[in-house]
T-cell receptor
Framework: DADVTQTPRNRITKTGKRIMLECSQT?????MYWYRQDPGLGLRLIYY???????NKGEISDGYSVSRQAQAKFSLSLESAIPNQTALYFC???????????FGPGTRLLVL | GQNIDQPTEMTATEGAIVQINCTYQ??????LFWYQQHAGEAPTFLSY??LDGLEEKGRFSSFLSRSKGYSYLLLKELQMKDSASYLC?????????????WGLGTSLAVNP
């Protein structure tokens, strides 16, 4: 079984809809991250959390919110989706001194 | 500002050796990562360097020079499956602000 899972894997939604992307991990890591990836723009950090009570904005948090429901779960919400939020979204986890990040398989989101 | 530079694209021949360079300008340095990402898939961890020198792991090696702000990833005995994007990322800070700075990636095409 995969250590980091994301649901859904693909999602098509309409402008103005609220959607939630979920991430779960069995690695026992304390740190979790949400990124989006767009062609030519690379990976950009949306939110990150170093433990259940710690949530931090990344470089592009506007239009997004997160919830760290447990150490193993970190959800990303788009309150009112817009077309320029169409992207590939990745969740990642990390722990330890080195803090190597391990990525989930990604969610491909299309906002019409 | 903080910046990572990598070539956008490279081409190599199956069986050959290729070197992918990464230069960085960051406020501090606490480690450099290389990731591989196949099209439409998640980044996967390849290597980590925190001290100067060469780290070898099978067909892949990674080199770091902190004084020059420079790293390279060396891929030997290239295979078709090595066609992917290679991402360089730097951890500039220790402490609670431990976000990675990501390069845009180098797209490597391996030809027969």
């Amino acid at each position: 079984d995969a250590d980091v899972t994301q649901t859904p894997r693909n999602r098509i939604t309409k402008t103005g809809k609220r959607i939630m992307l979920e991430c779960s991990q069995t690695k026992g890591h304390d740190r979790m991250y949400w990124y989006r990836q767009d062609p030519g723009l690379g990976l950009r950090l949306i939110y990150y959390s170093f433990d259940v009570k710690d949530i931090n904005k990344g470089e592009i948090s506007d239009g997004y919110s997160v919830s760290r429901q447990a150490q193993a779960k970190f959800s990303l919400s788009l309150e009112s989706a817009i077309p320029n939020q169409t992207a590939l979204y990745f969740c990642a986890t990390a722990s330890g001194v080195r803090e190597t990040q391990y990525f989930g398989p990604g969610t491909r989101l299309l906002v019409l | 500002g903080q910046n990572i530079d990598q070539p956008t694209e490279m081409t190599a021949t199956e069986g050959a050796i290729v070197q992918i360079n990464c230069t960085y300008q960051t406020s501090g340095f606490n480690g450099l990562f290389w990731y591989q990402q196949h099209a439409g898939e998640a980044p996967t961890f390849l290597s980590y360097n925190v001290l100067d020198g060469l780290e070898e792991k099978g067909r892949f090696s990674s080199f770091l020079s902190r004084s020059k702000g420079y790293s390279y990833l060396l891929l030997k005995e290239l295979q078709m499956k090595d066609s992917a994007s290679y991402l360089c990322a730097v951890k500039p800070n220790a402490g609670n602000n431990r976000k990675l700075i990501w390069g845009l990636g180098t797209s490597l095409a391996v030809n027969p």
